[in-house]
């Protein structure tokens, strides 16, 4: 039992914008006050701290293969960026790839009680559950790529979607999958061809469908599954300028149906293909919030470090011709592509001004705060534990116009961003980094601070300097126990696995079956993850 009194609660679900409350936990739930015994209950006294729920980040690339291939692949990554181990903690290496327990405990440190895995193809998913489950203490899914699979593109161009809803609800099934996530839909397909899709109503080769169509069943196949979250959406022609229009298009193709669409500022450059980089934040900004249907993230850029690592196989590629980095290429088969290369962000690189730029627009754009969420796309913008710089630049305006004081010039000739005064609140931040997350996600016991919510809670010291104070949380709880006491690991425990098992129609299986003799080099009968890959698993239920 745990008693954290005389607080100022930031818990945007319940309408609290700093008031003084106390809060109350047992057998790691929050309850009412009546149901602790506070002579017992250990006391945390929480006068002047600002006092919010556990983090939950619905966007980063924490485990699977694709991830720990990006290790593999940057052994300088992890050279000067070591942790020892102590006495109940393990030691750890890396800085834009961290290895699984170093990434639980960066994570903690910060605040965060609960991260999503933002893309694994189904057939590594056992390699991803396997480092999930090596992750300690955080909450966690794993978002599983649809957008370029071959028997639901062979559905749609058959006009059966009954028989892709099933595939998909068999799908999340046997990947022990949380949310529909879709990656440059066609054009990874076409990728294996040396094409890509450039438009809405290109065609996949060898199929004779579309990304418009596979977007349009997806959502409609995510809605007639009552998924807890909306189908999680990478788009077309991602980091090529003009296309905010695209991504403009891509939203209104969806006709009111509900999506999220992550690091939208790789999708929010204006101008035309091949000429110069420059922010369209603005268009697409006004498509958001036109669209009340639509929830985004936006994967700011961090200057410095970063690994891009992607299953947008052609953008990897691209990203190779234009910075001559080593890059690493894969295939899937019948199911995704992807790559990794290394970046580096520099203020006085024009590209990376202007896409830092570009995010930093979003963020001040987007009127509504339930419906643009904090993001770097870790590893591919940038560390996840860089979010405290971003939440400094987002409270304090004058933090904004002293980086921007030092980019490109031409970065910041015809920029909106000087003439943006908007700072974010706490309880924006609050927003942002918690409780609009977890709404979107559909975790009813995450991002707030309510009767009946997690025990997931993070207590900061009121500081003036906002990226120290959300750095180095006083004290952060997990389930009900003190996980972090003034910055500093004091205790591990595990996490949870969440993930959904939606209904299908068990007639789809003769189906699958033929599907995988005719062409994957597994049984369809080897393929489901196991219960033993998932010890600390719970399903979320589907609406």
């Known amino acids: 039992m745990l008693g954290i009194l005389n607080g100022r609660v930031y818990d945007p679900l319940n309408g609290l914008n700093g008031e003084v409350r106390d809060i109350w936990v047992k057998d790691g739930r929050i309850v009412p006050p009546e149901e602790v015994d506070r002579e017992r209950a250990e006391i945390l006294d929480a006068t002047g701290l600002v006092v919010m729920p556990g983090g939950v980040d619905i966007h980063s690339h924490i485990a699977g293969a694709k991830v720990n291939a990006g290790r593999k692949f940057r052994p300088e990554d992890h050279r000067d960026h070591t942790r020892t181990r102590t006495a109940f903690t393990r030691s750890g290496s890396g800085y834009t790839v961290p290895t699984t327990h170093l990434t639980g405990y960066l994570y903690v440190e910060m605040g965060y009680t609960t991260v999503m895995e933002a893309a694994t193809a189904p057939l590594v998913a056992r390699h991803t559950h396997e480092e999930l489950e090596d992750i300690p203490i955080l909450d966690k899914g794993a978002f599983i790529t649809m957008g370029n699979n071959h028997f639901i593109m062979r559905c749609i161009r058959e006009g059966d979607r009954d028989?892709?809803?099933?595939?998909?609800?068999?799908?999340?099934?046997?990947?022990?999958?949380?949310?529909?996530?879709?990656?440059?839909?066609?054009?990874?397909?076409?990728?294996?061809?040396?094409?890509?899709?450039?438009?809405?109503?290109?065609?996949?080769?060898?199929?004779?469908?579309?990304?418009?169509?596979?977007?349009?069943?997806?959502?409609?196949?995510?809605?007639?599954?009552?998924?807890?979250?909306?189908?999680?959406?990478?788009?077309?022609?991602?980091?090529?300028?003009?296309?905010?229009?695209?991504?403009?298009?891509?939203?209104?193709?969806?006709?009111?149906?509900?999506?999220?669409?992550?690091?939208?500022?790789?999708?929010?450059?204006?101008?035309?293909?091949?000429?110069?980089?420059?922010?369209?934040?603005?268009?697409?900004?006004?498509?958001?919030?036109?669209?009340?249907?639509?929830?985004?993230?936006?994967?700011?850029?961090?200057?410095?470090?970063?690994?891009?690592?992607?299953?947008?196989?052609?953008?990897?590629?691209?990203?190779?011709?234009?910075?001559?980095?080593?890059?690493?290429?894969?295939?899937?088969?019948?199911?995704?592509?992807?790559?990794?290369?290394?970046?580096?962000?520099?203020?006085?690189?024009?590209?990376?001004?202007?896409?830092?730029?570009?995010?930093?627009?979003?963020?001040?754009?987007?009127?509504?705060?339930?419906?643009?969420?904090?993001?770097?796309?870790?590893?591919?913008?940038?560390?996840?534990?860089?979010?405290?710089?971003?939440?400094?630049?987002?409270?304090?305006?004058?933090?904004?116009?002293?980086?921007?004081?030092?980019?490109?010039?031409?970065?910041?000739?015809?920029?909106?961003?000087?003439?943006?005064?908007?700072?974010?609140?706490?309880?924006?931040?609050?927003?942002?980094?918690?409780?609009?997350?977890?709404?979107?996600?559909?975790?009813?016991?995450?991002?707030?601070?309510?009767?009946?919510?997690?025990?997931?809670?993070?207590?900061?010291?009121?500081?003036?300097?906002?990226?120290?104070?959300?750095?180095?949380?006083?004290?952060?709880?997990?389930?009900?126990?003190?996980i972090v006491h003034d910055g500093r690991l004091v205790r591990e425990r595990p996490g949870r696995t969440l993930y959904v098992a939606p209904p299908y129609d068990p007639g789809i299986e003769a189906a699958i079956r033929d599907h995988f003799e005719r062409t994957y080099v597994i049984a369809s009968d080897n393929y489901p993850v196991q219960d033993e890959y998932l010890p600390h698993g719970e399903v979320v239920p589907c609406a």
């Open 163 to 482: 028989k892709a809803r099933d595939y998909v609800a068999w799908l999340l099934s046997a990947a022990r999958g949380y949310a529909i996530k879709i990656v440059n839909p066609g054009g990874v397909e076409n990728w294996k061809w040396g094409r890509n899709v450039s438009r809405l109503d290109d065609e996949v080769i060898g199929f004779g469908v579309t990304p418009r169509q596979i977007l349009t069943t997806l959502a409609w196949i995510n809605d007639e599954l009552g998924l807890p979250h909306v189908p999680h959406i990478h788009g077309i022609n991602l980091g090529q300028p003009g296309n905010a229009r695209t991504m403009v298009e891509t939203i209104e193709a969806l006709e009111g149906r509900r999506a999220h669409f992550c690091h939208l500022q790789f999708f929010s450059y204006g101008g035309e293909p091949g000429k110069r980089l420059r922010s369209g934040a603005a268009e697409v900004a006004r498509a958001v919030n036109e669209h009340p249907n639509v929830t985004v993230d936006v994967g700011q850029i961090i200057f410095g470090e970063a690994t891009t690592m992607t299953s947008d196989g052609p953008l990897q590629y691209r990203l190779h011709r234009l910075t001559g980095n080593k890059w690493l290429n894969d295939d899937v088969e019948g199911e995704t592509g992807g790559g990794v290369v290394p970046m580096h962000y520099r203020r006085k690189n024009l590209i990376s001004a202007v896409q830092w730029i570009t995010g930093m627009e979003l963020f001040l754009l987007i009127a509504d705060p339930w419906r643009v969420f904090l993001t770097t796309d870790h590893p591919n913008a940038g560390p996840f534990f860089a979010y405290p710089q971003v939440i400094k630049l987002l409270i304090d305006r004058d933090a904004r116009a002293q980086v921007l004081e030092g980019l490109h010039p031409k970065a910041r000739e015809g920029a909106l961003l000087p003439e943006l005064d908007r700072e974010y609140s706490l309880y924006e931040i609050a927003i942002i980094t918690r409780a609009g997350t977890a709404r979107a996600l559909g975790l009813k016991n995450k991002g707030h601070l309510g009767v009946g919510a997690d025990a997931d809670v993070t207590i900061y010291a009121d500081l003036e300097d906002k990226e120290a104070m959300f750095a180095h949380p006083r004290y952060v709880i997990k389930g009900g126990e003190i």
